[in-house]
């Protein structure tokens, strides 16, 4: 079964820092691009970083870049993302999703709550 | 940036049809992708580059794309295809990837 399973979520302080892990199975991970996707409280979807099969390409959301990388094990079927000087907005819902352009598998997410 | 606008929500009865609109500036030059999101779970690829279904979607669901608008179509309604609808693309000009506002779909 293809299944993607994310964890680290959890609650930090403003200015803090959190990294976030999706561990993929049941197909070829280091094939594939991959991706997070946030969802505020209420709120829509918000595409936040992007990474190649082989790291070659890395993308990031204006409104994380500088504060937030994307990084992946091929070897350990695994994806992260590093989250620094997190702030309240960056509270939300955390996605990794499968593929490049349409994200066909996505994880159920991780919790990431910004508060002091 | 890249924006997509779609209305914030659609009534359509059972069994009737429900079209969701996705309007962006010559996005009809784009793929577009489709998700249904209900509540509490993750996201759902159910149309992608324009008008393609992944296995296991319904052929009830089906899209289109042309000019400034991009078109969800669902047929014969069901209870179950109440949720939220987003439409992507992907950006070349800014390599951003962008989501639409959602449009919440409700089944009278």
């Known amino acids: 079964e293809v299944q993607l399973v994310e964890s680290g979520g959890g609650l930090v302080k403003p200015g803090g820092s959190l990294r976030l892990s999706c561990a993929a199975s049941g197909f070829t991970f280091s094939s594939y691009s991959m991706n997070w996707v946030r969802q505020a409280p209420g709120k829509g979807l918000e595409w936040v970083s992007s990474?190649?099969?082989?790291?070659?390409?890395?993308y990031d959301a204006d409104s994380v870049k500088g504060r937030f990388t994307i990084s992946r094990d091929n070897a350990k079927n695994s994806l992260y993302l590093q989250m620094n000087s997190l702030r309240a907005e960056d509270t939300a819902v955390y996605y990794c999703?499968?593929?490049?352009?349409?994200?066909?598998?996505w994880g159920q997410g991780t919790m990431v709550t910004v508060s002091s | 940036s890249y924006v997509l606008t779609q209305p914030p929500s659609v009534s359509v009865a059972p069994g009737q049809t429900a079209r969701i609109t996705c309007g962006g500036n010559?996005?009809?030059?784009?793929?577009v992708h489709w998700y249904q999101q209900k509540p509490g779970q993750a996201p759902v690829l159910v149309v992608h580059d324009d008008s393609d279904r992944p296995s296991g979607i319904p052929e009830r669901f089906s899209g289109s794309n042309s000019g400034n608008t991009a078109t969800l179509t669902i047929s014969r309604v069901e209870a179950g295809d109440e949720a939220d609808y987003y439409c992507?693309?992907?950006?070349?000009?800014?390599?951003?990837?962008?989501f639409g506002t959602g449009t919440k779909v409700t089944v009278l």
């Open positions: 992507q693309v992907w950006d070349s000009s800014s390599d951003h990837y962008v």
């Open positions: 010559n996005i009809g030059s784009k793929s």
């Open positions: 999703a499968k593929g490049i352009h349409a994200f066909d598998i």
């Open positions: 990474i190649s099969s082989s790291s070659s390409y890395i």
